[in-house]
């Protein structure tokens, strides 16, 4: 019923670009909140860039400048662009969706991740 599908990852040269996708297939319920996470070997999961409930965005100090998350119109496709990138952006990148039911209720989904290896 509620799915989240990423896509984009890849290999990168250090400053080079890639723009990652997620699919958000949501059926009735509203999105809340969306955002592109990353986790790299033996690091924790960590916020990258995301929306807050208002609809402003925040970014890692560690990407501002270089990242760029946006969205379609409908709210159904979610992206990061990623520019100038850095060995240290590797990791698996993950999109997250807090989502409202229509009774109210909210739920976090998760996709499945996409690798992004930046390498020379």
């Known amino acids: 019923q509620v799915r989240l599908v990423e896509s984009g990852g890849d290999l990168a040269q250090p400053g080079g670009s890639l723009r990652l996708s997620c699919a958000v297939f949501?059926?009735?319920?509203?999105?809340?909140?969306m955002g592109w996470y990353r986790q790299a070997p033996g690091k924790q999961r960590e916020l990258v860039a995301g929306f807050t409930s208002d609809g402003n965005t925040n970014y890692a100090d560690s990407v501002k400048g270089r990242f760029t998350i946006s969205t379609d119109n409908a709210l159904n496709t979610m992206y990061l662009q990623m520019n100038s990138l850095k060995p240290e952006d590797t990791a698996v990148y993950y999109c997250k969706a807090r989502l409202t039911s229509i009774g109210g209720g909210r739920y976090d989904y998760w996709g499945q991740g996409t690798q992004v290896t930046v390498s020379s």
């Open positions: 949501r059926s009735s319920f509203s999105i809340y909140t």
